[in-house]
């Protein structure tokens, strides 16, 4: 079985930084890519950055130039570092992978989500 397990979120103020991490375990042959998706009340699962595997990043507009996204490939970790913060990234923030896996096959799998709560 593969598991993504995150740590990092919570409360901060507005301009404040937090660092989002997420590692996956079990019978992993790759993923890629790995990143962040996240999730406001009422809205869509929306893209925040994934980063495959060779370092080629993918970061939505909405947070470009405020986050960093990168990769350990042989511990199967993720980290996001988040800065200068908007209330508007309120969300539940999702840790996802593309793992090929003990199937053989590339399967979508998804963190249980962790909360990031901005506040003005």
């Known amino acids: 079985q593969v598991q993504l397990v995150e740590s990092g979120g919570g409360l901060v103020q507005r301009g404040g930084s937090l660092r989002l991490s997420c590692a996956a375990s079990g019978t992993i042959f790759r993923i890629d890519p790995m990143g962040w998706f996240r999730q406001g009340p009422g809205t869509q699962r929306d893209l925040v950055a994934t980063?495959?595997?060779?370092?080629?990043?993918n970061v939505a507009d909405s947070v470009k130039g405020r986050v960093t996204i990168s990769r350990d490939n042989e511990k199967n970790t993720v980290t996001l570092q988040m800065n200068s913060l908007k209330p508007e990234d309120t969300a539940v923030y999702y840790c996802y992978a593309a793992i090929l896996d003990w199937s053989h096959r590339v399967r979508d799998y998804w963190g249980q989500g962790t909360q990031v709560t901005v506040s003005s």
């Open positions: 980063v495959e595997s060779d370092g080629t990043t």
